[in-house]
């Protein structure tokens, strides 16, 4: 404990604690990131930007808000980006029965994988890295043999209007990612299921003993995480015009990890922080769109990026080394 | 390698040479300090060639530190270990081992995937011309050396394919094969069938003819009577005795490492300011025939409305598996628990809270409170469902039960949102014992529910248990502190080894009557709890 940053502490400048650096610091930095490019980015704050910017961030947001409730029960899922290739690549072969039931066929498809990972973690005992592991790999093989390993095009006018497609102004995929969030928050500061959900994150044998249903919250954690994997597989699928099982969705599952730690979820579990989430993923989308504006090459972005999830987990680290 | 080669080369003194014998292993005037806590506070222990030597104490006395300090993982603040009478400071476990003080763990620290022979010769294999590990000549040596031990065991084999007493030989035969002059048991039988127990003691009696000296920490007086010849007594981390076995009967054993002055006891009798409680009505829980290998054997017992049911038992007995068991968080091989009148099926936590059983358990940080809740969130998590409509919790119906438990309890906290683990203990003990008595419960069980809070929370805690009796509550009770149990208490089961040993109550409710059933020996000069026999005192 002693190797604890006794400058901050003691310092005369009273600089932020780690505390407030995990509570507040995504929101400071989505904040200061909005302001510099308000002040130096040319067309910034249009509104072709903005939207362009947020359409490109929804999916992530959808995703990262599944994976946040499986990181505050102590777990991870790896598998997400292989259950967006997997809706995608059932998208096509159910589109011929109708917009809705190849919705609902992607979805369950979601709600499958989600299912056999939480079985595997809750029932089987199986740590959750390992056993996610086993559909980021599996999920993507089953996605490429049902998609004959192709990528299709998708002229389904209801399932690209997803894609395209604007409510009062906002984008639809925009539109969904906000109430999603909004739900998710709900869910978890005012539902049974949410609360147990923490407080299984936060100490699984006391909430064992306190007479609990463990099992079915993590199986149900998995379940939801699938599905919004799914939802973002294929509202992606609608955006591309195209079913590509191939890459969509690759490297989704560190993209939606580092959104819910940079958002001040701790890895640790027992809280989840769907607002910071939001912010998390946003933070990374609009580092990556200043970089870029300004001329810095995509791998600057990525070490600028690196840099913040240091910050984030060393932060995170301070605070419950106290 | 290190220099007390002169340890095993010295002649190998007589069994009966006991107290002329010099040092080997000395600790003296050790203390150690962890955050909050003194573990060991002034603490001295010698250990002689050749001798067997018992260290015990009840929970939190400081064994393990102590033994840590003597085997260089921990560092003492004060004092110092001394080899053969030369001061050294051990930075690490390996230090002691090349000087020659060896440590056996319950859990065997050797690698479970190589085979039997590599894990005794790890770090110093026998090698042939050309450098490379002379396979043979191990196996040769490895098998012998383990035939010395009644191991016949394929020493090619790995080492986790074995059960874990032969490993504990492995062990065992490791360290006597790198020469130590000291070996560290702790607790070495507790996962040992009886006639592996037998095989361990006359390893253990070879080693004390080779003039290599044991440490055995072990809470079985049976085993601590049948081989040691000396023995160390800690409490609450200072030095409570030292000096031969055979001169303390088994009651004065008892009652030193539980901290009663026998004369005193036996004077006194019983002390039992607490209310009598009248529990004449039928028995609103019933345990029956409760076994679980190596842990529970056939243990029966019932809870009556309105009293207080202590269950006593050295550490180790098998109080808090017990609880567990009747909380339905113990997975056992047979048994059942009938709660008014109804059996539980499959036991689960859930359905003996359902059938109103809750258990305040015995580790409050590990099993009870959530740390990064808030009091109010703590306080309902067990009550979640029925403060809730359709799934959703209602908050206003939480505030409401939190704040009379609060109140009730008399909870400190700067308020119901203020996060458990910020809490005292005493606190969040009380804000444990609102999450369960505001499931409105038939049956409470306790497991040490005033231990690590501080004076006034503990006598609060105490008048609660009472109260909630005199309301016709069935309490079970388990406390180490014999002072609590015995006033606490309308009758007392004791628990020796997994089995119930006695059960007292009435006037025979007292320290002493408690104390001689914890010192009774056992009916078979026992190693397992297999041999014993269920015995209703009284």
């Known amino acids: 404990m002693a190797e604890l940053s006794p400058a901050v502490r003691r310092g005369a400048v009273r600089l932020p604690t780690p505390a407030w650096f995990q509570a507040y610091g995504v929101y400071a930095a989505v904040a200061v990131l909005v302001l510099f490019n308000a002040v130096f980015t040319d067309h910034f704050l249009t509104g072709a930007n903005l939207r362009t910017q947020l359409v490109q961030v929804a999916p992530v947001v959808i995703v990262a808000l599944g994976m946040a409730l499986v990181i505050g029960t102590e777990g991870v899922d790896l598998s997400v980006g292989s259950v967006m290739a997997l809706a995608a690549a059932l998208l096509p072969l159910y589109l011929g029965y109708g917009l809705l039931s190849a919705l609902l066929m992607a979805l369950a498809a979601g709600a499958v994988v989600g299912a056999v990972n939480g079985t595997l973690v809750a029932v089987v005992g199986l740590q959750p890295i390992v056993a996610t592991l086993a559909l980021f790999v599996g999920g993507r093989g089953l996605a490429l043999v049902l998609a004959d390993g192709q990528l299709k095009q998708i002229a389904n006018p209801g399932l690209l209007g997803l894609g395209t497609d604007d409510v009062l102004g906002v984008p639809v995929v925009v539109l969904i990612a906000g109430v999603l969030a909004l739900l998710v928050a709900g869910v978890v500061h005012r539902t049974t299921f949410g609360r147990r959900l923490v407080a299984i994150g936060g100490n699984r044998a006391a909430a064992g003993l306190a007479g609990l249903p463990v099992k079915r919250v993590l199986i149900g954690v998995y379940v939801v995480c699938g599905v919004l994997a799914a939802l973002a597989g294929v509202l992606a699928t609608a955006r591309l015009t195209a079913s590509d099982p191939s890459t969509l969705g690759t490297l989704m599952e560190l993209s939606a990890i580092t959104a819910v730690v940079v958002g001040g979820t701790p890895l640790t579990g027992g809280s989840v922080r769907v607002l910071g989430t939001v912010c998390g993923a946003l933070l990374m989308q609009l580092l990556r769109a200043t970089l870029v504006k300004h001329d810095l090459p995509d791998s600057t972005a990525q070490m600028a990026q690196a840099v913040i999830i240091l910050v984030a987990v060393y932060v995170a680290r301070e605070r419950r080394s106290r | 390698m290190a220099p007390p080669d002169a340890a095993p080369a010295a002649p190998p003194p007589g069994p009966d040479e006991g107290p002329t014998a010099p040092a080997v ?72 081992q090349h000087a020659g003080v060896t440590t056996i763990y319950q859990e065997v620290n050797l690698v479970p995937l190589m085979s039997v022979a590599r894990n005794i010769f790890l770090g110093r294999e026998p090698r042939n011309r050309l450098g490379l590990i002379d396979f043979p000549r191990m196996h040769r040596e490895a098998a012998a050396l383990l035939a010395g031990f009644g191991v016949t065991a394929d020493v090619r084999h790995p080492l986790g394919s074995l059960g874990v007493g032969t490993r504990q030989m492995v062990a065992l035969a490791r360290a006597v094969s790198v020469r130590a002059g000291v070996v560290v048991m702790d607790e070495p039988t507790s996962a040992l069938e009886p006639r592996e127990v037998e095989t361990l003691f006359r390893v253990i009696g070879d080693l004390h003819d080779r003039g290599i000296s044991v440490l055995y920490v072990s809470h079985r007086l049976e085993e601590l009577y049948r081989i040691c010849d000396r023995v160390t007594v800690l409490r609450d981390g200072r030095l409570v005795h030292t000096g031969d076995l055979a001169d303390l009967d088994r009651m004065q054993l008892v009652a030193m490492m539980l901290g009663r002055e026998v004369s005193e006891v036996r004077r006194h009798g019983r002390t039992g300011f607490g209310e009598d409680h009248h529990p004449d009505r039928e028995a609103v829980l019933t ?88 009091v109010r969130e703590n306080i309902v998590l067990a009550a979640m469902p029925r403060l809730s409509r359709a799934g959703v919790v209602s908050r206003a119906r939480q505030d409401r039960v939190v704040q009379v438990f609060m109140k009730r309890l008399r909870i400190k906290a700067s308020g119901p949102e203020q996060k458990v683990g910020e809490l005292s203990g005493g606190n969040q003990q009380k804000v444990l014992l609102a999450r369960w008595l505001c499931l409105e419960p038939k049956v409470l069980l306790l497991d040490e529910p005033t231990r690590g809070i501080d004076v006034g929370a503990k006598a609060e805690v105490q008048a609660l248990v009472d109260e909630l009796a005199q309301e016709g509550l069935a309490v079970l009770l388990i406390s180490s502190d014999i002072e609590e149990l015995v006033e606490g208490a309308d009758r007392l089961v004791v628990l020796r080894g997994g089995a119930v040993a006695g059960e007292l109550t009435g006037e025979r409710v007292g320290e002493g009557e408690l104390l001689e059933v914890l010192a009774a020996h056992a009916p078979a000069a026992g190693s397992g709890p297999d041999d014993e026999e269920v015995r209703h005192d009284g």
């Open chain 2, 25 to 96: 292993l000395e600790a003296v005037g050790i203390g150690k300090r962890f955050p909050g806590v003194v573990a060991l506070d002034d603490v001295s222990l010698t250990l002689r060639r050749g001798e067997i030597h018992a260290l015990v104490g009840e929970n939190g006395a400081g064994k393990s530190t102590l033994i840590k300090v003597l085997t260089g993982v921990h560092r003492p603040d004060t004092g110092e270990v001394r080899l053969d009478g030369r001061p050294v400071a051990f930075a690490r476990p390996s230090d002691a």
């Open chain 2, 287 to 374: 345990a029956s025939g409760l076994t679980r290998r190596h842990v529970l054997d056939d243990v029966s017992l019932e809870l009556r409305p309105g009293e207080v049911l202590g269950l006593a038992g050295l550490l180790g007995s098998g109080r808090s598996e017990t609880a567990k068991a009747l909380a339905g968080a113990l997975p056992l091989d047979s048994g059942s628990v009938t709660v008014a009148g109804r059996r539980l099926g499959r036991p689960s936590p859930a359905a003996a809270i359902r059938a109103g059983v809750s258990l305040l358990p015995e580790d409050r940080k590990a099993e009870g409170i959530v740390a990064g809740l808030s």
